[in-house]
C-alpha cells in the first residue's frame, strides 16, 4: 500500500498520495493513517490516488468515511483519480464514483 503525507506550514496536511492494494489486508492501515492524519489537516487538501493496483469495498468505504469527515470539519478537498478506465468503471458500476468525486 502507498500513503505519503505531504505537509507544510506547522505540520498542517495539504496533499495524501495514495494507491497500491487498497484491499481488505490493508484497510485496518488505512482507516489508522487516515485517522491519525484527520487530526492534522489544514483547510484545504488534494488527494491523489494512483498506481492503484486494487481496491476493493472495504477500502473504499473507508475513503467515503474520510470524505465524510473532511465535510464535517469543513475541510475543502480535492481528488485527483489517475487510475485506468477498468478500475473507473468497476468504481462507477458499483455506484460510488459520485462519493467518491470521480465525476469532477
Known sequence: MIF???SY??????GLELGGMLVLGNAQVLKDKLVGVSLRLGNQIKI???????????????LIAFIRRM??????????WKIDEDQKL???HVGISNELLMNN
Open 4 to 6: 505519503k503525507i505531504i
Open 9 to 14: 506550514e506547522q505540520d498542517q496536511i495539504v
Open 48 to 62: 491523489t490516488v494512483s498506481e492503484l493496483e486494487e481496491i476493493d469495498l472495504s477500502c473504499i468505504q473507508i
Open 71 to 80: 465535510d464535517n470539519s469543513g475541510v475543502d478537498y480535492q481528488f485527483d
Open 90 to 92: 468497476l468504481l462507477e
